[in-house]
């Protein structure tokens, strides 16, 4: 029986190096999704969103270069830059909620509307885009000047220190990210630097795939939501199953929620609450299943 570990992110909250951790998660290979039409969504996807992240992190990386790092947290700068990266990010969202609710519905042989389907997956790719571009912008933004904030304290706030850092990808980190790639120059100034741009490629590494990953769940399987409803709408009885995908990146959360069925508008239960719909964490990985049933299973779910 496969051991069951809990996912890098829950992981990286405790108390544990974390560069160790990235060279963990990188190293570990996850066993392709299932059903294989979900997969080959999600790997076309995955690579359109991550051009997408490449992209924006390089216009991170010239804006934050050609000013002080004293000015890293400037508000203007990082609104301008939150603009861009919904701009950028919400073509892609719908096109991967717009191919996977036409898959959905062959898949079923249970047709839609594709117009109207169409235009509520746009509105959702919308909201959806400013929503995650608020999220990374905050959390970047953040651990830039906690990060900066750190450097300096501790004596080693110079051109050739972030300038090293910025090229190694300080700019893509979440707050803990930066806490934990900067520790080296903060027990040894100068001389922890070439360890601190490693531990920062390593953790960049993750958190760009955090971003890729989760975006492209959570865009393809809204475009599965989407046909659901559609079928609800025209009067028919909807659930929805979760599935996870049974390796050894499953964590204890998803587990505990792998292969319930529930009314298409009710929510999960799980140990720790309750939830909608995958992803139910940064790379969360699991596949929700929709399904037409006959009315008199109705009863089933009281």
């Known amino acids: 029986m496969?051991?069951?570990?809990?996912?890098?992110?829950?992981l990286v909250k405790q108390e544990r190096d974390d560069a160790r951790l990235a060279d963990e998660f990188l190293r570990k290979q996850a066993v392709q999704p299932d059903p294989k039409w979900y997969a080959d969504l999600l790997d076309k996807h995955k690579t359109e969103i991550a051009a997408v992240m490449v992209l924006w992190f390089s216009?991170?990386?010239?804006?934050?270069?050609?000013?002080?790092?004293s000015d890293w947290g400037d508000t203007l700068l990082w609104f301008a830059l939150e603009e861009r990266l919904a701009a950028l990010l919400a073509p892609v969202l719908r096109e991967a909620a717009r191919s996977s609710?036409?898959?959905?519905?062959?898949?079923?042989?249970?047709?839609?509307?594709?117009?109207q389907a169409d235009l509520e997956i746009a509105l959702w790719a919308g909201e959806e885009a400013a929503r995650q571009a608020s999220?990374?912008?905050?959390?970047?933004?953040?651990a830039l000047i906690e990060a900066s904030d750190l450097i300096e304290d501790a004596g080693a706030a110079n051109p050739t220190t972030?300038?090293?850092?910025?090229?190694?990808?300080?700019?893509?980190?979440n707050r803990r990210f930066a806490g934990s790639a900067v520790s080296p120059i903060l027990t040894s100034g100068s001389a922890g630097l070439?360890?601190?741009?490693?531990?920062?490629?390593?953790?960049?590494?993750?958190?760009?795939?955090?971003?890729?990953e989760t975006n492209s769940v959570s865009s393809v399987l809204q475009g599965i939501l989407v046909v659901a409803l559609f079928w609800?709408?025209?009067?028919?009885?909807?659930?929805?199953?979760?599935?996870?995908?049974?390796?050894?990146?499953?964590?204890p959360v998803c587990l505990a929620l792998d292969l319930q069925e529930v009314p298409l508008r009710r929510p999960f239960v799980s140990p720790r609450g309750t939830l909608d719909r995958p992803p139910a964490h940064p790379l969360c990985r699991c596949f929700l299943q929709v399904s037409v049933r006959p009315t008199d299973m109705s009863g089933l779910f009281l």
Not at 2 to 10: D, G, I, T
Not at 135 to 142: N, S
Request: a negative charge.
């Open 162 to 173: 972030f300038g090293a850092l910025l090229g190694a990808g300080i700019h893509g980190l």
């Open 59 to 69: 216009e991170v990386e010239d804006a934050l270069s050609s000013a002080h790092w």
């Open 2 to 10: 496969k051991r069951v570990l809990p996912p890098f992110e829950m």
């Open 232 to 251: 609800e709408r025209a009067g028919e009885m909807v659930t929805k199953t979760w599935h996870t995908q049974r390796d050894e990146r499953v964590c």
């Open 194 to 212: 070439q360890e601190a741009v490693e531990r920062t490629r390593r953790l960049f590494e993750v958190r760009s795939r955090m971003i890729e």
């Open 135 to 142: 999220l990374i912008v905050a959390e970047t933004r953040a």
């Open 101 to 115: 609710a036409r898959r959905q519905a062959i898949e079923a042989d249970e047709p839609i509307p594709l117009r």
